[in-house]
């Protein structure tokens, strides 16, 4: 049997070729698990940057509007339209959309981010909804 550690491909086709073979108790469970949970921990990393990307493009767009280019509308546009794939692809991260510490760490960065040019009384407080439309572009 060949370790993960040895030979990833190696151990991934003997790990195939069992479970094909329903030799379940042969298995590198734990490692398989960590894998599968691997996997949705980074749709959820790569979506958090999407928005963590949108929402300091959009604050850029706010508060800095000698740098409101066609530049940054179109990275605007980009990283919406990549969150909004992602949403499609794979609607459980719309759960993140409501979660309140996912959304607080988002701001909260980018609002450090951008202290110099936000106070806490300025900073905005747009939804997820209006972070994702297509025609939200603040003033």
């Not at 060949?2 to 298995?27: C, H, M, N, P």
């Not at 734990?30 to 300091?56: H, N, P």
């Not at 980009?78 to 979660?99: G, H, I, N, Q, V």
Request: aromatic share 10%; hydrophobic share 40%; with cysteine.
């Amino acid at each position: 049997m060949t370790s993960y550690d040895d030979d990833v491909i190696a151990w991934a086709d003997e790990q195939a070729g069992l479970l094909r073979a329903g030799k379940f108790a042969d298995i590198d469970m734990e490692r398989i698990i960590r894998l599968i949970e691997g996997e949705g921990t980074k749709a959820v990393g790569s979506f958090y940057g999407d928005l963590l990307l949108v929402l300091r493009h959009l604050l850029k767009w706010k508060y800095c509007p000698e740098e409101r280019t066609r530049k940054l509308r179109s990275l605007i546009v980009t990283r919406r339209r990549e969150a909004l794939e992602a949403l499609t692809r794979t609607p459980s991260l719309s759960k993140w959309l409501t979660d309140e510490s996912f959304w607080h760490e988002i701001w909260e960065g980018e609002h450090l981010r951008h202290k110099d040019r936000i106070t806490a009384s300025r900073a905005p407080t747009w939804s997820p909804k209006a972070i994702l439309d297509e025609a939200f572009f603040p003033d």
